[in-house]
């Protein structure tokens, strides 16, 4: 494979630059058009196959509602608001109207229609609307409804100041507006650090430009591929956020490594042609393989039915081939018209400093220092992950709602309001729904009854007719409704007998449901990470050995992590330092991305020691000297990679939605603890205890390994120069053979 890229390279590498050009103009036309057909809908987070899920659809059917969907309007009124009369004020009749002038809208309740003086603050100058809304088109129709209908009540005078809208349909939008205003502070606030920091870690403008254009070229391949699967499958607009943050860092790392190792190559005497060669054999292959390793980490999501996690299933598979691209055609490409001129623009010092390192430098020193006690080291970084892991056994689960919004946000606002003005509101209730027939009238409102008794109960509605056979009686809750007591009430509810074939569904149903769906695709996603880790990791080293000790250690990275992530967010430390209200509870599906990101970014370092470690062993080197000098190749170059890397996701935290703080708070942290904990010690101190048996694998995988998959194993061609005694090149080229 290599063999061919090398070929179409060195023939017309200008002619291959402006392919790769082409391509990404394509995906900018393709990507961008598609950005308008991503979904932003509550359902993002559904199972279809639930019954949960299921319900919703009948009760479309017979009342035009989608009960998932909804505005809440808070009103404020001037004039004391009269809960047991008819006569409503002014300001909240026209609320009502323009309320029911809008399309999307079903039915309309406040406290006079719905005959709930519960609706009304007890001060009296505050209540609030629910209105049902059908479902929305996928895209952007949604986006424009709410837009639509908050340019209404700012464009009535009567209404403008009185007036905020929330529930879950506006939440859900605003929520994605922020979460694209967060992502631009973000790229403004990190792009000028990220700079800086490319300029010195590269040592050359030129250089540190590179990584800049391979991210916008990544970014826009992605886009175009995600565009065409736009065509067939619905995709959330959340997983911008990760295609910036992965595109960006993967787009740095690959361009670290093989622009470090075809310097290295120049400055041992190798022509640009025979440098590039030689890069695209050894770092190339490397990083083919790590990015193998990511992208079937996040082939892992697409195992789940919710969209938003197989959204970021086939984002991050696009973003990973994107980089691929840049790297293995665009980058060997570009380094060959360049040739020495990559060192243009950078001072004779950073010149010299960025030659290969010294044999015996700070990384080889450290390592072996580590491999002279490695049961100590292995024991103590062992224990220190296991402590920062203790408390994932703690951890609580909580969902995205009106509640995860930022205070200051207008559906913020609105349920915190109720929260605290209305005890027992309607605006997040168990909705349940009876196959009844249209008599059923006297029964439910007994079974209704029955429900009022129930501990974590505040209200229950009068049971409706929606016709087509069905009923609803909605049941508001004590507390929050993705909270732990409100699932316990919401397990009470369905032990009560019902007189009609009833299912609940709602927030606190739904999640529920979202749950149970996570809980069982979960095994095979982790099974899938697994299994293709090993595999690759198999292909790449011929070991069964290697790859299993890099399973591991990856666990205890991410249960380290997930820890550190209870602490700071569920217990609600730090939340001054990170601006976020803790909801006492992770949210699952950011757990489940992270899972994947971690895993896959984790050994995605790994494929880059182990490939530098490899190729001295394959150059007769001893087991430690092979680890010693492969750590002092790449460890500048990984660490260095990991800082750049927790750049652009570490910004996710600067995001007002904690859980897009949890995923770029928790993807910096599983990097730091790899690099340091994993990489530094770990690593180093299991290949020492282990000895030759790191390379061992059964004698049939062996001879499959040398059958099948030694045509990644390809060394380069390029001799070394003579000036260099055999030791020291040995030494030298301790790299990704």
């Not at 994932?392 to 559906?411: L, R």
């Not at 069982?520 to 880790?533: D, E, F, G, R």
Request: hydrophobic letters at 45%; one cysteine or more.
């Amino acid at each position: 494979m290599f063999t061919r890229i090398n070929g179409l390279m060195e023939r017309r590498p200008g002619r291959l630059l402006l392919i790769v050009g082409l391509l990404v103009l394509v995906g900018l036309g393709v990507g961008g058009s598609s950005l308008t057909k991503m979904t932003m809908g509550v359902d993002d987070y559904d199972d279809s196959r639930s019954a949960a899920v299921k319900v919703l659809d009948k009760v479309e059917k017979a009342s035009g509602a989608d009960l998932e969907q909804g505005y809440v309007v808070l009103v404020k009124s001037d004039q004391p608001i009269d809960p047991r009369s008819a006569r409503r004020p002014e300001v909240v009749t026209r609320a009502i109207e323009v309320l029911k002038g809008r399309p999307e809208v079903k039915a309309v309740w406040d406290y006079a229609s719905a005959h709930d003086p519960k609706m009304v603050s007890a001060d009296r100058g505050q209540t609030y609307l629910v209105a049902a809304v059908g479902s929305f088109a996928p895209g952007d129709a949604v986006k424009k409804a709410v837009t639509g209908l908050q340019d209404k009540i700012d464009a009535d005078p009567l209404l403008r100041d009185h007036v905020s809208l929330g529930g879950p349909t506006a939440s859900n939008v605003e929520g994605s507006t922020i979460s694209s205003e967060d992502l631009g502070k973000a790229e403004t606030i990190g792009f000028p650090i990220l700079l800086i920091l490319l300029l010195f870690i590269f040592r050359g403008v030129i250089a540190a430009l590179i990584p800049l254009g391979g991210a916008i070229c990544t970014i826009a391949l992605a886009l175009g591929g995600m565009g065409v699967v736009m065509t067939t499958v619905h995709l959330s607009i959340f997983a911008l956020n990760l295609l910036f943050a992965l595109g960006i860092g993967l787009s740095i790392d690959f361009s670290l490594l093989i622009i470090s190792r075809y310097r290295e190559e120049l400055h041992r005497g190798q022509t640009p042609g025979e440098a590039v060669r030689t890069t695209l054999f050894t770092a190339g292959r490397t990083v083919f393989f790590s990015g193998l390793t990511v992208a079937a980490a996040l082939a892992s999501l697409l195992v789940f039915p919710q969209r938003f996690l197989y959204t970021m299933g086939v984002t991050g598979i696009a973003t990973v081939i994107g980089a691929l691209v840049f790297a293995l055609l665009g980058l060997p490409a570009l380094l060959a018209v360049l040739g020495t001129r990559i060192d243009k623009w950078a001072p004779k010092r950073w010149q010299r400093a960025s030659e290969a390192p010294e044999d015996r430098g700070r990384w080889y020193r450290f390592s072996r220092g580590v491999m002279k006690r490695p049961v100590t080291a292995a024991v103590g970084a062992g224990v220190v992950l296991l402590v920062l892991g203790a408390p994932f056994a703690g951890i609580k689960f909580t969902g995205i709602d009106s509640a995860s919004m930022p205070s200051d946000s207008h559906a913020g606002k609105v349920y915190h309001t109720l929260d605290q003005d209305f005890p027992g509101s309607l605006q997040s209730p168990v909705n349940l729904i009876q196959q009844a027939p249209d008599n059923a009238g006297p029964n439910l409102a007994t079974y209704a009854g029955k429900l009022r008794q129930i501990d974590g109960v505040a209200a229950v509605a009068p049971p409706r007719r929606l016709g087509g056979g069905l009923w609803q009686t909605d049941v508001s809750l004590k507390k929050a409704p993705l909270s732990l007591e409100a699932q316990d009430t919401l397990k009470k509810i369905k032990d009560v007998p019902a007189p009609y074939p009833t299912e609940a569904t709602g927030n606190t149903a739904l999640f529920r449901a979202m749950q149970d769906s996570l809980g069982s695709h979960l095994p095979l996603a982790i099974a899938v990470m697994a299994l293709t880790t090993l595999l690759i990791l198999f292909a790449m080293t011929g070991s069964v050995v290697l790859p299993v000790k890099a399973v591991i250690t990856n666990l205890l990275t991410l249960s380290a992590t997930f820890g550190i992530l209870v602490l700071v967010f569920q217990d609600g430390n730090l939340e001054g330092l990170l601006d976020f209200r803790s909801q006492g509870a992770l949210q699952p599906t950011m757990l489940i991305i992270l899972l994947a990101l971690t895993l896959g970014v984790s050994t995605d370092y790994t494929v880059f020691l182990f490939s530098r470690i490899k190729e001295g062993v394959d150059h007769g080197i001893p087991n430690r000297e092979a680890v010693a000098t492969g750590l002092q190749k790449v460890g500048r170059i990984t660490t260095l990679a990991a800082v750049l890397f927790c750049i652009p996701v570490g910004a996710l935290t600067l995001s007002r939605l904690v859980f897009i703080k949890q995923l770029g708070l928790g993807t910096a942290l599983a990097v730091i603890i790899d690099a340091t904990l994993v990489r530094a010690l770990l690593v180093p101190s299991l290949m020492a205890l282990f000895g030759s048996a790191n390379w061992w694998s059964p004698s049939p995988l062996r001879r499959f390994h040398s059958r099948f998959l030694s045509g990644f194993q390809e060394a380069p061609a390029a001799p070394l120069p003579s000036a260099r005694t055999a030791t020291a090149a040995e030494a030298e080229t301790v790299g990704d053979r």
